[in-house]
C-alpha cells in the first residue's frame, strides 16, 4: 500500500521500459522517465537530478528494491556525488534543502519469496541467494560463493540464471552443486512468478541444465534436507526431530 500511495503522490516516476509498463495503470498522468537495459546509472543520475530540482520522484524496480536493484545504486551515486541523503521524517515523500535529499525505501515482494509461494516451502531452513550474472561481478566470485554455499548444504536460489550471451554458466552451478548433494535433489523452476506467462516447474539437479530458463526465471535448488511432496516443494524446519508429529496409518 506504501508503495501505492507514492506513485499516486509523486510528480515523476523513473524506471526501466518493461517495469514502467507494469504499473502504468497507476501512473497515468505522470512525467516518466524511462531507459532500456543496461541504462540503469543514467536512469538513477536523471531521477536524482530531477528530485535535486524540486520535483519528487520514483524509481520502479521488479521485486524489491534492495534485492539486485536499484535502491543501492540510488544510494551509491548520491555518495559519489556527496549529496546529503536522510530517512523520511513521518511519512514525507521528499524535503530538499539545497544539495540535500530524503530517500525512502519501499520493500516489495522479491522473486525469492513470490517463487517460493509457488514452490510450497523451500526456503523454511538456511538459504543463499546467488545471481549467476557476471556482468558486474566476476565469474571467480561467483563461483566460490557457489562452492561455499554448496558446501554449506544452504537450500539456495539462482538469480539471473541465463540469457542469450550467458548461456553456461548454470551448467557450471549444476556441476559444482552435484559435489555436495544428491542428483535426485529437488530444484524448482520459476518464470514470471506471480505474471502474466507465469511458470512453475519441478525437477530435480540432474535435469537442470535441461530445464527452461531466461532471464525472468528464478532457481530453487533444495538441500540434503529438501523434499518434494504432491506438487510442493519443503525444506523441513527441524520440528518433526524436536517434537512428535503423529502419522496416518
Not at 75 to 95: D, G, H, M, T
Request: proline share 4%; with cysteine.
Amino acid at each position: 500500500m506504501r508503495a501505492h500511495e507514492i506513485l499516486k503522490k509523486v510528480d515523476v516516476v523513473a524506471g526501466y521500459s518493461t517495469y514502467i509498463d507494469l504499473v502504468k495503470p497507476l501512473i497515468k498522468g505522470k512525467k516518466i522517465i524511462s531507459t532500456a537495459m543496461r541504462k540503469e546509472v543514467d536512469r538513477v543520475e536523471a531521477a536524482i537530478n530531477t528530485a535535486l530540482n524540486g520535483q519528487s520522484c520514483a524509481i520502479v524496480s521488479s521485486g524489491d528494491a534492495g534485492i539486485y536493484a536499484m535502491a543501492g545504486l540510488a544510494l551509491e551515486v548520491c555518495q559519489k556525488k556527496k549529496i546529503r541523503i536522510r530517512k523520511p521524517a513521518a511519512k514525507n515523500i521528499s524535503e530538499i534543502d539545497g544539495n540535500e535529499l530524503t530517500i525512502e525505501v519501499i520493500p516489495g515482494i522479491p522473486a525469492l519469496c513470490s517463487g517460493g509461494a509457488l514452490l510450497g516451502a523451500p526456503l523454511t531452513h538456511d538459504f543463499a541467494v546467488i545471481s549467476l550474472s557476471d556482468l558486474l561481478t566476476p565469474w571467480n566470485v561467483i563461483e566460490s560463493r557457489l562452492e561455499a554455499a554448496g558446501k554449506a548444504d544452504f537450500v539456495i536460489v539462482l538469480y539471473n540464471p541465463k540469457s542469450k550471451k550467458r548461456d553456461w554458466q548454470l551448467k557450471k552451478a549444476q556441476e559444482i552443486m552435484l559435489k555436495y548433494r544428491d542428483k535426485s535433489t529437488p530444484v524448482g523452476i520459476i518464470t514470471n512468478a506471480m505474471r502474466d506467462g507465469q511458470e512453475v516447474e519441478m525437477t530435480t539437479l540432474e535435469h537442470l541444465d535441461t530445464a527452461s530458463v531466461g532471464m525472468l526465471t528464478t532457481v530453487f535448488i533444495g538441500n540434503r534436507s529438501t523434499f518434494t511432496y504432491c506438487d510442493f516443494m519443503l525444506t523441513p524446519r527441524g520440528y518433526s526431530k524436536k517434537y512428535e508429529i503423529k502419522a496416518e496409518d
